[in-house]
């Protein structure tokens, strides 16, 4: 991606949201921080508040129980951070893992040379000044660490570049430790670090982030069906989950845009002001991990199918996404400023997030503040309720006010006790995105909202 931004106009009907938006909602309402903030901040690399971390764990939670729990042929590991470094020479991210980096000579503004514009490249021009560029240079993008106590005995070793490498690492222990037979797939999510030349634009590209993986092991005369099936289910997957359908596309990768170890490459793009860009890639690897780390590691990697007692290499299927593009997107996605109408005199802003990933399922709001049964009804309801889902019990400010306060992190439901609930014990509950209401009686209303908030996606 290249620094200047493109213009926050959609082709579709809504415009698209311009990133300043989501980072001032995110600070405001406490769902990312600025790392180290009070030391000046470190460039690409952020840290999540409490709003943040309920709609990560949301996200992380549906991801492992579509793709792990609701798949029988798929389990599960969590893999360390640190791994010998030997791993990342056999996974040819040592030699392999480089960008090329310009300056421009007169305003010193540094670029990723294949994220330039083709004729910046051609007249060798920086894009913002018009500068001379410098000549490409090579940089790694493996952050660097050591084991180890002692000087002179200390190892070097990398975060992981990449997540996935454990799931090869353990591929071998998970086929003897839990009777999977190929085909069979072992699923991750983790953190991955890259000292990225270019990080911006705010979540979308960082140095510390966290990718979920799925390495699918097939025999290789059945690699073209998996990849197929994978690819689709994943494209479902995000479909399932976002408001703008028409967003989200394919794009094959290029023959000189493949990584170092993908024979073909498919991107899921989400288009956003900053276009379209990718947010999962789906990789053919065939074997090119397997046998590197056999040749490495000196250890046999091959599978013996139990019946046919065929000995081969299993070639893979990859699906990479990253958690922190998922939790920018769908804020994105969800994102709009209502203008006043009938319904609601002052406007507003809402996040029309899915209710199952929604930070907070429900906010319980008694009418008053100041009516002491008002307040120890919805304390009730509230200690009822937090024990089944995230709820929030709210007494400041006007009615009005809460309900706003709530939209604008996507609250799905809000439970309102008011006189009449003394009376009959019926409350109002105020849905989201229609602004509409109803009555249930009070003991009907944990059953009434866990309905609507919980997993129903079939894979
Ligand atoms: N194991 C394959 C792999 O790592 P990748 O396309 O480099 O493939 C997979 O990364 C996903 O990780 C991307 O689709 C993106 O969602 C996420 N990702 C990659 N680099 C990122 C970065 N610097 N910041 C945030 N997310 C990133």
Same mark, same amino acid.
């Given at each position: 991606?290249?620094?200047?931004?493109?213009?926050?106009?959609?082709?579709?009907?809504?415009?698209?949201?311009?990133?300043?938006?989501?980072?001032?909602?995110?600070?405001?309402?406490?769902?990312?921080?600025?790392?180290?903030?009070?030391?000046?901040?470190?460039?690409?690399?952020?840290?999540?508040?409490? +709003?943040?971390?309920?709609?990560?764990?949301?996200?992380?939670?549906?991801?492992?129980?579509?793709?792990?729990?609701?798949?029988?042929?798929?389990?599960?590991?969590?893999?360390?951070?640190?791994?010998?470094?030997?791993?990342?020479?056999?996974?040819?991210?040592?030699?392999?893992?480089?960008?090329?980096?310009?300056?421009?000579?007169?305003?010193?503004?540094?670029?990723?040379?294949?994220?330039?514009?083709?004729?910046?490249?051609?007249?060798?021009?920086?894009?913002?000044?018009?500068?001379?560029?410098?000549?490409?240079?090579?940089?790694?993008?493996?952050?660097?660490?050591?084991?180890?106590?002692?000087?002179?005995?200390?190892?070097?070793?990398?975060?992981?570049?990449?997540?996935?490498?454990?799931?090869?690492?353990?591929?071998?222990?998970?086929?003897?430790?839990?009777?999977?037979?190929?085909?069979?797939?072992?699923?991750?999510?983790?953190?991955? &670090?890259?000292?990225?030349?270019?990080?911006?634009?705010? +979540?979308?590209?960082?140095?510390?982030?966290?990718?979920?993986?799925?390495?699918?092991?097939?025999? *290789?005369?059945?690699?073209?069906?998996?990849?197929?099936?994978?690819?689709?289910?994943? &494209?479902?997957?995000?479909?399932?989950?976002?408001?703008?359908?028409?967003?989200?596309?394919?794009? *094959?990768?290029?023959?000189?845009?493949?990584?170092?170890?993908?024979?073909?490459?498919?991107?899921?793009?989400?288009?956003?002001?900053?276009?379209?860009?990718?947010?999962?890639?789906?990789?053919?690897?065939?074997?090119?991990?397997?046998?590197?780390?056999?040749?490495?590691?000196?250890?046999?990697?091959?599978?013996?199918?139990?019946?046919?007692?065929?000995?081969?290499?299993?070639?893979?299927?990859?699906?990479?996404?990253?958690?922190?593009?998922? &939790?920018?997107?769908?804020?994105?996605?969800?994102?709009?400023?209502? *203008?006043?109408?009938?319904?609601?005199?002052?406007?507003?802003?809402?996040?029309?997030?899915? *209710?199952? +990933?929604?930070?907070?399922?429900?906010?319980?709001?008694?009418?008053?503040?100041?009516?002491?049964?008002?307040?120890?009804?919805? $304390?009730? +309801?509230?200690?009822?309720?937090?024990?089944?889902?995230?709820?929030?019990?709210?007494?400041?400010?006007?009615?009005?006010? $809460?309900? $706003?306060?709530?939209?604008?992190?996507?609250?799905?439901?809000?439970?309102?006790?008011?006189?009449?609930?003394?009376?009959?014990?019926?409350?109002?509950? $105020?849905?989201?995105?229609?602004?509409?209401?109803?009555?249930?009686?009070?003991?009907?209303?944990?059953?009434?909202?866990?309905?609507?908030?919980?997993?129903?996606?079939?894979?």
């Amino acid at each position: 991606m290249t620094q200047t931004q493109e213009p926050s106009v959609s082709t579709g009907d809504t415009p698209f949201v311009p990133i300043e938006k989501i980072v001032s909602l995110c600070k405001r309402r406490g769902f990312v921080y600025p790392n180290s903030e009070i030391y000046g901040g470190v460039s690409g690399i952020y840290d999540f508040g409490p +709003l943040g971390v309920e709609l990560r764990n949301n996200i992380r939670r549906f991801w492992w129980w579509s793709m792990v729990q609701t798949n029988d042929t798929v389990v599960g590991i969590e893999g360390a951070i640190i791994t010998h470094p030997r791993v990342w020479e056999a996974s040819g991210h040592v030699e392999n893992f480089v960008d090329r980096l310009v300056d421009c000579k007169n305003c010193k503004r540094r670029f990723r040379s294949d994220h330039l514009p083709e004729e910046n490249v051609r007249l060798n021009k920086c894009p913002v000044c018009g500068g001379e560029l410098t000549e490409p240079r090579k940089f790694n993008l493996m952050m660097e660490t050591y084991i180890g106590v002692l000087e002179g005995e200390r190892m070097k070793t990398y975060l992981r570049g990449e997540a996935s490498q454990n799931i090869y690492l353990d591929y071998d222990n998970v086929l003897k430790s839990s009777r999977m037979a190929i085909p069979f797939g072992i699923c991750q999510i983790g953190k991955a &670090f890259r000292n990225e030349v270019t990080p911006g634009n705010f +979540l979308f590209r960082q140095r510390e982030f966290e990718q979920w993986d799925l390495q699918f092991f097939v025999h *290789p005369s059945e690699m073209q069906q998996w990849f197929d099936y994978w690819k689709e289910r994943r &494209f479902e997957w995000y479909q399932s989950i976002i408001n703008h359908k028409d967003r989200l596309r394919f794009r *094959p990768h290029g023959a000189d845009e493949l990584a170092h170890y993908a024979k073909q490459a498919f991107d899921i793009e989400y288009q956003t002001v900053l276009g379209w860009q990718e947010w999962e890639g789906i990789h053919w690897r065939q074997d090119w991990d397997l046998s590197r780390h056999s040749e490495y590691s000196g250890q046999d990697l091959s599978y013996t199918d139990p019946e046919t007692k065929e000995r081969y290499l299993p070639w893979i299927v990859e699906t990479s996404g990253g958690v922190d593009r998922t &939790f920018l997107n769908l804020l994105i996605d969800a994102y709009e400023e209502e *203008p006043p109408s009938g319904k609601d005199k002052e406007g507003r802003t809402v996040l029309h997030l899915n *209710p199952l +990933l929604a930070p907070v399922k429900v906010a319980v709001l008694p009418l008053q503040k100041n009516k002491e049964e008002l307040v120890t009804t919805a $304390r009730e +309801l509230h200690a009822k309720l937090r024990r089944l889902m995230v709820s929030q019990y709210d007494d400041v400010a006007n009615i009005g006010r $809460r309900y $706003r306060r709530q939209d604008e992190i996507g609250t799905p439901f809000c439970v309102t006790i008011d006189f009449t609930t003394l009376e009959d014990q019926t409350v109002t509950i $105020r849905e989201r995105d229609s602004m509409s209401q109803i009555r249930r009686h009070m003991n009907e209303v944990p059953a009434y909202l866990l309905e609507r908030v919980r997993w129903d996606y079939s894979v």
